[in-house]
């Protein structure tokens, strides 16, 4: 069922400043955006911009930018879907900006928790290759929420389809991270599912609920 094109001008702004934040990172980083558009098929994206990571790189905030607005355009689909019209469009704002804070202050706990258990050199790894994925989620949730917003009224199967394939990228990174540090997991696996547990996926069981439950 093809959806009725009323009343999407704040999506429309969203989707051009999506467009734009891309538009920029590529032009001002030509190359790095190339690499990074490679992501999932090699490693050299991060062989080679993990040693020049900073707590605020420009790229990064970027594409990040451009992950959030995504996710806000995302879940906003997700709950229109559920409750109909009862979702403003400004709500957009509030869920990027929830899930951006969110993601701020868990790295930053991840550093501190990392500099007391004196593992930093193998936590910004992992902390860099998970943004970057995360990142490249950004890239792929553009053209998704362009065909949900424009295109037809998206259903259950649709979003499970889409939020399955974005766990599986998470997945598929963080089984690269493993994979390349097997002699590090492989002394301490038992406190690496422990942290899995505590980091990874009890927080973002208590986001998905504060998001729901409004």
Do not use: W
Request: aromatic share 18%; net charge positive; glycine share 2%.
């Amino acid at each position: 069922m093809l959806r009725d094109l009323y009343n999407v001008d704040i999506l429309t702004l969203i989707i051009m400043g999506c467009l734009l934040l891309i538009a920029v990172s590529k032009t001002s980083f030509p190359k790095r955006f190339d690499q990074f558009t490679l992501l999932l098929f090699n490693s050299r994206y991060s062989n080679l911009y993990i040693k020049d990571q900073r707590f605020f790189d420009i790229f990064e905030g970027l594409l990040f930018f451009n992950l959030l607005l995504n996710i806000g355009l995302l879940v906003y689909s997700y709950l229109t879907f559920h409750y109909l019209d009862s979702i403003s469009q400004l709500d957009i704002f509030k869920y990027a900006i929830l899930i951006g804070l969110f993601i701020v202050l868990k790295v930053l706990f991840e550093r501190l928790l990392s500099s007391v258990l004196d593992i930093e050199a193998i936590i910004d790894k992992y902390l860099f290759q998970k943004i970057s994925f995360r990142n490249f989620i950004g890239l792929l949730l553009l053209p998704i929420n362009a065909v949900l917003i424009y295109t037809f009224k998206p259903d259950q199967t649709v979003f499970y389809i889409v939020f399955s394939v974005i766990l599986l990228i998470l997945f598929f990174g963080l089984f690269l991270f493993v994979k390349n540090n097997l002699n590090t997991f492989k002394k301490s696996l038992f406190y690496f599912i422990l942290y899995l547990c505590a980091l990874e996926i009890a927080p973002y069981v208590v986001l998905y609920k504060i998001i729901v439950t409004k």
